[in-house]
């Protein structure tokens, strides 16, 4: 790392930097990359989501997966954590519970690279007894 030597090179370094985070975590146009949203409330970071996400983040890159990857307070599905929002180019988004790194990986190659719906999806939109 270069040394500071003024108050200006301290600016430098922060705008370089935070171009850098802008980049990672807007993109020129995020609607075109994988979404994903990885609960790191209390309940999210005691059931193991830092782990999830830094799986995530390093397994779509090996991959060559454009996405972004970003974390996000209570979901609302805390007897389900860790939980994750993945949201596919042009679709609505899709909530999975329960997600350790094995089914990180199989929501990767199964629903993200593939389409296919995997086990452990939060249903976002139900109706209790009481509307019926």
């Known amino acids: 790392m270069a040394k500071i030597k003024s108050l200006d090179d301290l600016r430098m370094m922060k705008e370089s930097l935070q171009s ?6 807007k993109g020129e146009d995020p609607g075109s990359h994988v979404q994903i949203k990885v609960a790191m409330a209390t309940c999210g970071i005691a059931s193991g989501a830092k782990t999830v996400m830094e799986f995530m983040m390093e397994e779509l890159e090996k991959r060559g997966i454009e996405s972004v990857v970003t974390q996000t307070g209570c979901m609302g599905y805390c007897y389900a954590e860790p939980t994750i929002e993945v949201k596919l180019p042009g679709q609505e988004p899709v909530v999975f519970g329960y997600v350790d ?18 086990e452990g999806i939060i249903p976002m939109n139900y109706e209790t007894i009481d509307n019926k």
């Open 20 to 25: 850098k985070i802008n980049l990672r975590e």
């Open 101 to 118: 790194t094995k089914k990180a990986d199989e929501i990767i190659e199964k629903y993200i690279k593939n389409g296919e719906l995997v």
